[in-house]
């Protein structure tokens, strides 16, 4: 998000987000939904475009991004998840109103681990908007800027909770998942429960760059979100502040995998793992 909106601001373009949530939104969209096996979060994608079909959009951007910028040296490999990659073809093909109402639909296969190699194929699909190619090095230049400010900001807040938790002897709970878990439709009020019991929540990606593994991972350490997940494991394990809840939305191929091993991860610390 905070890439593509500073991305987008900065060459001019007015920029609309879909932002409702909720039982609603999922029903704008269920009619064209073609799998019951794909995630709760990926189902709500349908709704979130009829949404801005609605809203008189007639230009959507929703990229397949195939590679995340790589985070940590010691991973197998720096992949977006499946549904993440693939989706926008599966929107483009069973949303009929993107045919209905002539919406120019832009879904490019693009990754976000070289910014140069990103500003040519973005020169390339934006090619009929007539902007130079120094505009659009600059734009992505700022955007990989405020991405960097974006994940300093949320490092900078864990370490203050967890100087707040040392201080005065509390106890915090990283409650660790997708981004898409922020959506309070998705994490069903769970991180305002843990706060009414008197505890900090921390988001992964808040503490995940604090240690390095230690021990050998006996899955493929090839998906970003997964990698945070582990390092996240890892500092929660030797840190006696901190506990961890994994937040796990049905349908996620992915999570199958990370469950097992991020609880032997706390398990190897002696915590207890909670999904």
Same mark, same amino acid.
Request: some cysteine; aromatic content about 10%; glycine content about 6%.
């Given at each position: 998000?905070?890439?593509?909106?500073?991305?987008?601001?900065?060459?001019?373009?007015?920029?609309?987000? %879909?932002? $409702?949530?909720?039982?609603? /939104?999922?029903?704008?969209?269920?009619?064209?939904?073609?799998?019951?096996? =794909?995630?709760?979060?990926?189902?709500?994608?349908?709704?979130?475009?009829?949404? @801005?079909?609605?809203?008189?959009?007639?230009?959507?951007?929703? $990229?397949?991004?195939?590679?995340?910028?790589?985070?940590?040296?010691?991973?197998?490999?720096?992949?977006?998840? $499946? +549904?993440? +990659?693939?989706?926008?073809?599966?929107?483009? #093909?069973?949303?009929?109103? +993107?045919?209905?109402?002539?919406?120019?639909? /832009?879904?490019?296969?693009?990754? @976000?681990?070289?910014?140069?190699?990103?500003?040519?194929? /973005?020169?390339?699909?934006?090619?009929?908007?007539? +902007? %130079?190619?120094?505009?659009?090095?600059?734009?992505?230049?700022? =955007?990989?800027?405020?991405?960097? #400010?974006?994940?300093?900001?949320?490092?900078?807040?864990?370490?203050?909770?967890?100087?707040?938790?040392?201080?005065?002897?509390?106890? &915090?709970?990283?409650?660790?998942?997708?981004?898409?878990?922020?959506?309070?439709?998705?994490?069903?009020?769970?991180?305002?429960?843990?706060?009414?019991?008197?505890? =900090?929540?921390?988001?992964?990606?808040?503490?995940?760059?604090?240690?390095? /593994?230690? !021990?050998?991972?006996?899955?493929?350490?090839?998906?970003?979100? #997964?990698?945070?997940?582990?390092?996240? =494991?890892?500092?929660?394990?030797?840190?006696?502040?901190?506990?961890?809840? !994994?937040?796990?939305?049905?349908?996620? &191929? @992915?999570?199958?995998?990370?469950?097992?091993?991020?609880?032997?991860? @706390?398990?190897?610390?002696?915590?207890?793992?909670?999904?």
């Amino acid at each position: 998000y905070p890439f593509w909106f500073t991305f987008f601001s900065s060459l001019g373009f007015r920029v609309i987000l %879909s932002a $409702p949530s909720g039982k609603n /939104l999922y029903e704008k969209g269920l009619e064209t939904i073609p799998s019951e096996a =794909a995630c709760y979060p990926a189902k709500l994608v349908h709704g979130h475009i009829i949404d @801005l079909i609605e809203k008189g959009v007639n230009t959507i951007f929703y $990229p397949s991004i195939v590679y995340e910028r790589k985070e940590y040296k010691d991973v197998n490999n720096h992949y977006n998840c $499946p +549904i993440v +990659i693939s989706y926008p073809e599966v929107i483009k #093909n069973n949303v009929d109103e +993107i045919k209905k109402r002539n919406i120019k639909w /832009l879904s490019p296969f693009l990754s @976000l681990d070289n910014k140069h190699v990103l500003a040519r194929r /973005l020169m390339e699909e934006l090619k009929e908007y007539k +902007i %130079s190619f120094d505009e659009i090095r600059q734009a992505v230049d700022k =955007a990989w800027t405020e991405r960097d #400010n974006y994940k300093k900001d949320i490092q900078q807040k864990g370490r203050q909770v967890l100087e707040y938790l040392k201080a005065n002897n509390k106890r &915090g709970v990283v409650l660790c998942g997708k981004p898409y878990h922020v959506d309070p439709e998705i994490n069903h009020g769970i991180p305002e429960l843990i706060i009414s019991c008197g505890m =900090a929540v921390l988001t992964e990606d808040s503490i995940s760059h604090l240690t390095p /593994l230690k !021990q050998k991972l006996r899955v493929v350490d090839q998906w970003v979100y #997964n990698s945070r997940l582990y390092r996240a =494991a890892t500092y929660v394990a030797q840190e006696p502040h901190l506990e961890m809840i !994994q937040l796990n939305s049905f349908g996620c &191929g @992915l999570d199958a995998v990370t469950s097992d091993q991020i609880a032997e991860i @706390l398990h190897s610390g002696g915590k207890i793992y909670t999904m």
